[in-house]
């Protein structure tokens, strides 16, 4: 039931009461929760759940297995994550190289509640993305001060480089943002 990612909660109750399953898997994978959730479609989402939707639906992404909780922080909906974890969501794999990833994406997006909810479930501060970027580098990159002082203040490390021999300093000065060069000369590292 693809018409989850449309955003039309109508639409959903009509197909639901033709008899649409809230845990179908549509041929590519996605259920129509993944779906609600991809599109940050909350009303529905919240639907879905209420007629039992599963809060641990998993999609195929690549070669992994994303759960719909990771999915939601991907997103970077503090409050579809809340709805998945208060349905007794899974936590997912702290240690997987996609939290890794997606915490290196929301803060590279400024993402602050998101990064926040990711670092405080475990996720490493200085995981890395496929090259070697940190949530730092990246938050240094497109200036997101909230989230460079959040990752700083949570230990995260300015000297580590990504594979392009780029760290956090580096990438400060070549972005030329005098404040985040002061905080990063700050956290003393």
């Keep these: 039931m693809m018409a989850a990612s449309g955003g039309n909660l109508e639409l959903v109750k009509y197909f639901i009461g033709k008899g649409a399953q809230v845990n179908e898997r549509a041929p590519i ?6 779906a609600a959730i991809s599109a940050r479609k909350s009303n ?16 195929t992404w690549g070669r992994s297995k994303v759960n719909a909780l990771l999915l939601a922080a ?13 349905k ?10 996609e ?6 994406r ?7 509640e998101m990064t926040e909810f990711m670092l405080s479930r475990g996720v490493p501060v200085n995981s890395r993305d496929p090259k070697g970027n940190t949530p730092l580098i990246r938050a240094v990159e497109t200036s997101r001060m909230e989230v460079v002082k959040l990752l700083l203040q949570r230990g995260a490390d300015p000297r580590l480089k990504n594979e392009s021999g780029i760290s956090a300093h580096i990438m400060a000065g ?13 956290a003393g590292r």
Excluded: C
Aim: positive net charge; glycine residues 10%.
């Design 29 to 34: 994978g996605f259920t129509p929760l993944i």
């Design 99 to 104: 939290a890794a990833h997606i915490l290196v």
């Design 174 to 186: 070549s972005v030329g943002n005098a404040k985040v060069i002061r905080m990063l000369k700050q």
């Design 88 to 97: 007794g969501a899974r936590m997912f794999d702290v240690k997987s190289r």
């Design 106 to 112: 929301l803060a590279h997006r400024g993402r602050f």
């Design 44 to 59: 529905i989402v919240f639907y879905l759940l209420k007629l039992g939707a599963d809060p641990n639906a998993e999609l």
């Design 74 to 86: 991907d997103t970077g909906s503090i409050e579809i994550a809340n709805m998945l974890m208060g």
